[in-house]
Structures are given as structure tokens and as C-alpha cells.
């Protein structure tokens, strides 16, 4: 015989719930006591309310309630309840602590962990425990229902034998996922990527940007392929419970006023946004808004202090499915000039809670590559953004040369595509009319403006711009993936940047300067 020991931790919603007047029905449903529940779950023997008395890190009890499986095998139990449970609209990050510290009081003892909870913020919660729990090695499944426990016809029951099924993995036979999950219905979630869709329908969650983990019929089926692995052997589990609350999310809408833009981004209590904005990411082309963006992540403020470090905006797209592309579109391209970090296709619910987690336990630049790198898979692809700074970014010898060095997380071989942007490219001795011709080359052994643009000699973009005025130029973005893949190294990336402009059947040095030179690379996470 098999035997898992799992976790139960009831914090309240639906599942739990029973009309507010025993005599009454129909009056308004509120969260009972734990008994209540498991008074309604056939099937477990022993006693399950023996347990809760020595919930936080007692000594293993050889008389543990348990369930008897169809293949003979066995689940222990282990069951404890918040002290006051509670609807899910009032859980949050001090709610989010005392589930992660209590699964860590417990993370030796068990084999896995279910934790009943309401299905509002359901997605929020698993979403904020992903990030909180590092080197996570055993499942952590979040379930509830539409209908509570104790209705005819329930979802409750099911949803919850499956999630301790999946959490006892070893006695009911299915592979190991080492992340947090949600159960409900016939689907298992990825907690990160997962987002309440339905508030009637028994799969009341999907994961619009990433296929299920599991699917659930008359057997369990997990999808290994899509799993995350487990942490690496030596790794210890632990929890970063540093979340900093003050974040909002705000979607915007056609008459978002300037006013009311600046009374929410300049707020001084606030040190990060999830912006909510149309199609993949775009965003009014209001001067005044970009304006306010920009003073949002210096740090101003509307009133009171500035802000220290300045906020982190998070562009998210208002759209279920796809992703976030800044810059395919004109009226996104400035968002990346201010700043504005992509939230690519992550959940609002996991942008929010990175954000919090990320300004919690980063500081400085750190801050931005670590909302750009996927933690816990709960976005598709990785952004590495190679920034090349120097003193020599003006030339009037026609080139430039700059370095950067890439994160070393940077797998070449990963690359999806890789977009070289120069922000407010001058040209000092063009007028209108003129041809201007920029040439970038990727760690040549020894460019100049006589390399030419052949491919062999590491050109990896080649453009010509028609001036129509002598006035500086706008911000120009090229595609330069597949040089990228081969060009790109482990150590320092040199950038050349080679300029001429036409003067009638002549080719003449450009007199160049930039504001930023940025190549972002996208990597498959």
C-alpha cells in the first residue's frame, strides 16, 4: 500500500457556506466553521477535527483521518482553518501570509497542500503564492465551488477529491506538479495563469495564454509537457512573503481624463500601476498623457514627497488572449520611450501580484528586469533589454561605438525575436531633403563605415531615412532577430553604429547622436 499525507487549510468562501439564518433559507450566504464542511465529505475516516488542535507543527498523529482510494492506496489528512473564515473578497496580503507560513509550518510533513478558498480572488491568491514560495517541490491546490457544500447537485465535492487527489499524488498514481494549481471543474490551472471566468458555470476558470495542466473527466489527466520541473536537487524550499500594497490597477476608457490620469498616476502613496490599455497595448496619443506617464516613473507626485526610485508601470492588455507588443503600433511606441514596462500576456491578476511581490523584494534596476524575466511561468516569454550607454553617444566621425552586457539568463538559442530601437536619432549636418543611412553592427572584429553591409560582416540592420526637415529625426525600431541568434554572445554585446548622409551624388559622415540605444531581445521562457 501507497500512502500521501496532505494538507488541508480552509479559509473560507462558497464551498463552506450556509444561509446566515438557520431558519431562513433564503437569507444571505456566510462561511461556517470547518465541521460544518467536512460533516458533508463521505468517505474520510477517523476523525479529521482531531488534527486541528495541533495544526501549526505538530508531531505526526499515527491516528490521522484518511481516505481509502479505489486502488487501495491511502491519503492521510491533516486539516486546519483560519480562525475566522472568511468570503474571498476580504482576503488579501496579510490572508496571503498566513497561508504561505502556514503550508511552510507544514512543508516537511506533507506531500502536498489543498487550500479551500472562495473563488473571487482565487486567481489572485494563487497567483501571489507562485511568487512567494521559491523552489516549491510539491503541489499547493487551490479549490472551491460555485454551490456551497451542503446544496443538492454541489460542485464541492468533486472539485474537492480531485484537488486531494492531485495534492496525494503519490498514493493515487498521477505525476508530480511542483507549483501551485487551481482544481475546479475539469480543468487544472496553472495558479499564475489561471483568471475567473464564469461566476456560474462549473469551469468557472481557464487559462486564456497557456494550456491547461490537467484535464479532468472520468480520470485525471495530467499534461506533464506543460508542468513546471522541480527544483533542482540541494534547493531548499522558503517564503518571500516582502508584498508591497501600494499598487492599483487601472483600465483605461475612451474620455480618461488628464485630470483624473494624474490624480491616480502622480498619487504620492502609490510606487506601482498595472495599466489596463487597448488591443496590445496601446494607449491614447494625448501628449499630456504620455507627459504624466513620464513624471509617474521619475517619481513626481501630485502632491506630498516624490517617490524614491520612481513607480513601475505595467502595460497589460484589457484583451483575455494574446499579448502585449509595445511599439507595433504607433500609439504604444512612446510608452517604451517613458519607460513603461510590457506585462506580455500575463493574467491582471498575476500582474498585479508580481508587481507587488517584485517592489517587495527588488530594488533599483532590479526591479524592471525581474518584472521582465517570467518567475514562475506565468508569462510566455522573457524580455532582456540590452541598454547601451556610453560618452560617445554623439559622433561627428559618422560612428558610434557602445557595449552592453546581457543577463545571464540570456539563452541564445531561446530567442523569439530581438528589436533594435534608437530613441531621438540626430542627424546634425542633414537638411531637408537629404538621405541619411544608419548601418548597426553586432560585435564586428574591426568595423567602420567601409565594412559595408554585407551580412557576413555582422550588418545586422541597414536603413535609409529621407529627411524632411534638417529638425532631429523620431525613434526608429528594426527587426533584427536572426543576426541576433548567431551575433549575440555571453560576454559584453558591441553595438557600431555607422552614418552618412547624401549630399548630392556623395556619401558624407553623419554628423549622428541618439538619446538610447536599446536592443530588447525576447527569449521563449
Known sequence: MIQSRVFVLYTGGTIGMAPSNPEDPDSPLAP?????????????????????????????????????????????????????????????????REIAETIATHYDDYDGFVVLHGTDTMAFTSSALSFMFGNLGKPVVLTGSQLPVSVIGTDALPNFINAVCLAGYKASGLPLIPEVVIVFGDRILRGCRASKVSTSDRAGFDSPNYPHLGDIGQKIAVNSEHVLPPPEPGKTFFVNSDLVDKVFSVSLFPGFSDKLMRNLFLDPEIEGLVMRSYGAGNVPRNPDFRETIRRAIKGDSVAGPAISGGRLIINLSQCSFGSVDMGLYETS????????????????????????????????????????????????????????????????????????????????????????????????????????????????????????????????????IKMETARPADTYVKNITDKTRSLIGDSDVTLVLIGEVSKGADWIPAEIGFSALTISVFAKA
Do not use: Y
Open 32 to 96: 461556517q466553521p470547518l465541521e460544518n464542511l467536512l460533516g458533508f465529505v463521505p468517505g474520510i475516516q477517523g476523525n479529521p477535527l482531531g488534527t486541528l488542535k495541533s495544526a501549526r507543527g505538530a508531531a505526526r498523529d499515527t491516528t490521522a483521518p484518511f481516505f481509502e482510494l479505489t486502488n487501495g492506496n491511502r491519503i492521510e489528512f491533516g486539516f486546519a482553518s483560519f480562525a475566522n473564515p472568511v468570503d474571498s473578497s476580504d482576503i488579501g496580503p496579510a490572508e496571503w
Open 333 to 464: 511606441s512612446s510608452l517604451l520611450e517613458t519607460g513603461v514596462i510590457s506585462g506580455l500576456d500575463m493574467t491582471p491578476e498575476a500582474a498585479l501580484t508580481k508587481l507587488m511581490w517584485t517592489l517587495g523584494t527588488q530594488s533599483g534596476q532590479e526591479r524592471i528586469k525581474q518584472m521582465q524575466i517570467s518567475q514562475r511561468g506565468e508569462q510566455t516569454e522573457h524580455v532582456f533589454d540590452l541598454h547601451f550607454h556610453g560618452a560617445c553617444l554623439e559622433s561627428a566621425h559618422g560612428e558610434i561605438a557602445v557595449s552592453s552586457n546581457p543577463d545571464e539568463r540570456l539563452d541564445r538559442n531561446r530567442i523569439c525575436r530581438a528589436m533594435l530601437r534608437i530613441d531621438s536619432l540626430r542627424v546634425g549636418n542633414a537638411e531637408a531633403g537629404d538621405r541619411v543611412r544608419i548601418r548597426a553592427l553586432m560585435n564586428p572584429p574591426a568595423a567602420s563605415k567601409e565594412t559595408g553591409a554585407d551580412p557576413e560582416l555582422r550588418c545586422v540592420a541597414d536603413f535609409t
